[in-house]
């Protein structure tokens, strides 16, 4: 599956995609911030099963490579059209993953009309105020004391509390990989984050395409309150939660991940709050 990647240009910038083509509805990913299309195999054949399906590392995501944090979300949104516009023909699914529902959002206030559906996962509008000093300490330990970072940004993401399964082996499987990232994968979470804790989404109000939310139930850095007043901002938006998870749902359970998406996306049914 991966020799289906390639890299390519969006906006002047450098970005990755993959594409497993067939005769069935169109769906697009865009993944969070660093992740990269190799480290989510479950999720691409999950979705592969059921889509025509994309998906884009956008500038400063996954291995893309850095996006100095004086390009806006905003910039990011004319490369996901762009994107768009050369490879995806006619109405689409759009699905982002956490540090990605920003250039969402900027997408489909514009574009609702070319979205059959907007799926906002790990949803995310902005930093929160109350993450902003863990953050902050993150910045610093990645280019200091890499090993801190680790420990620290993966407690960011995980339940201290919650009874989730498994989740001890993830938390050693997610630490291996967050010690092994490079310089140009810290330089991009530094970019990232400066980028986020300027953005606030506004004019919700404009996106009138079909839209879930949802996040994990313990989800400790988007919490289910923030998800859903996001939710509350979007007209008609539906919220829901996926049970035993927290901010990292795609990989504690990425087949319920994906069979949640593929519900509301092909069935356009109710999701149980």
């Excluded at 497993?20 to 969070?32: D, E, H, Q, Y």
């Excluded at 660093?34 to 996954?62: R, V």
């Excluded at 559906?117 to 990645?142: F, Y």
């Excluded at 927290?246 to 996306?265: R, Y």
Aim: charged share 20%; glycine share 4%.
């Amino acid at each position: 599956m991966e020799n289906n990647i390639e890299t390519i240009n969006l906006c002047g910038k450098s970005a990755r995609r993959m594409h497993i083509s067939a005769n069935k509805p169109t769906m697009l990913f865009v993944p969070g911030a660093l992740q990269d299309i190799e480290s989510i195999k479950t999720l691409n054949t999950g979705f592969s099963e059921h889509f025509n399906y994309h998906i884009a590392e956008l500038p400063g995501s996954g291995l893309a490579g850095p996006l100095h944090s004086s390009y806006p979300v905003e910039f990011l949104g004319d490369c996901l059209k762009q994107y768009i516009d050369t490879y995806i023909q006619g109405p689409f699914h759009l699905v982002s993953c956490s540090y990605a529902t920003g250039l969402a959002v900027e997408y489909a206030k514009q574009h609702s009309y070319r979205l059959s559906t907007l799926t906002l996962a790990g949803a995310m509008q902005e930093i929160p105020k109350s993450a902003w000093p863990t953050v902050l300490g993150l910045m610093a330990d990645c280019l200091h004391q890499p090993d801190t970072f680790a420990r620290n940004f993966v407690n960011l993401l995980t339940s201290q509390l919650a009874d989730i399964p498994k989740l001890d082996i993830i938390k050693k499987a997610t630490l291996r990989k967050t010690r092994k990232y490079t310089d140009q994968e810290f330089w991009t979470f530094i970019y990232n984050t400066i980028r986020l804790m300027s953005y606030r989404a506004t004019d919700l109000h404009s996106i009138s395409c079909p839209s879930l939310c949802f996040t994990g139930e313990h989800d400790p850095f988007v919490t289910p309150e923030e998800c859903a007043a996001l939710a509350q901002k979007i007209p008609g938006c539906q919220f829901t939660l996926l049970p035993d998870t927290d901010h990292l749902f795609h990989i504690e359970k990425p087949k319920a991940t994906v069979e949640l998406i593929q519900k509301f996306i092909l069935n356009r049914t109710q999701i149980a709050a």
